[in-house]
């Protein structure tokens, strides 16, 4: 089983980073124009449940991309792919290759800065079927993407 490249988890946790400043911005917010004025009656003061909340995001922040990496593999078959990831669901997928339509390599802003990249395995099937693996060299990703691409032509044959 193959892992993630290790740079992910830089990748996920500013990911985290960034949403859990604005969702602590809105709940300071909130606190602000509804707790602090009276408008609304609140079972802490003002401010503590923004403190709290900016803890728990920041514990998650620390912990769950270590534990997301851990549990993220994959596996090149041959006649499938297969993936096994989740921390609190575990998720065991096996696409045929018979089944991929089309094949992309991603890359965001972020995961350039790292010359990482994310393999996008488009599927025949139900919607929400594509398989995506983050945290790939993007040299690999590419490679990956090519032997996959050459899997699912000699299917078609």
């Given at each position: 089983?193959?892992?993630?490249?290790?740079?992910?988890?830089?990748?996920?946790?500013?990911?985290?980073?960034?949403?859990?400043?604005?969702?602590?911005a809105l709940?300071?917010?909130?606190?602000?124009?509804?707790?602090?004025?009276?408008?609304?009656?609140?079972?802490?003061?003002?401010?503590?449940?923004?403190?709290?909340?900016?803890?728990?995001?920041?514990?998650?922040?620390?912990?769950?991309?270590?534990?997301?990496?851990?549990?993220?593999?994959?596996?090149?078959?041959?006649?499938?792919?297969?993936?096994?990831?989740?921390?609190?669901?575990?998720?065991?997928?096996?696409?045929?290759?018979?089944?991929?339509?089309?094949?992309?390599?991603?890359?965001?802003?972020?995961?350039?800065?790292?010359?990482?990249?994310?393999?996008?395995?488009?599927?025949?099937?139900?919607?929400?079927?594509?398989?995506?693996?983050?945290?790939?060299?993007?040299?690999?990703?590419?490679?990956?993407?090519?032997?996959?691409?050459?899997y699912s032509?000699?299917?078609?044959?």
């Open positions: 089983m193959h892992q993630l490249d290790p740079s992910v988890k830089i990748i996920w946790a500013v990911s985290y980073s960034i949403r859990s400043v604005l969702f602590t709940l300071l917010a909130f606190e602000f124009f509804f707790v602090r004025t009276g408008k609304l009656e609140w079972f802490l003061s003002f401010g503590l449940t923004t403190i709290i909340f900016a803890l728990i995001c920041l514990a998650i922040i620390i912990i769950y991309p270590q534990l997301k990496y851990r549990f993220w593999k994959f596996e090149v078959r041959p006649e499938e792919l297969y993936l096994e990831r989740g921390v609190l669901t575990r998720v065991k997928t096996t696409a045929p290759y018979r089944r991929v339509q089309h094949l992309d390599v991603a890359q965001s802003v972020m995961e350039r800065m790292m010359d990482l990249g994310k393999l996008v395995i488009y599927t025949a099937g139900t919607r929400g079927a594509d398989i995506i693996i983050p945290g790939l060299p993007i040299a690999y990703a590419e490679m990956l993407r090519d032997q996959l691409k050459n032509r000699e299917d078609a044959v």
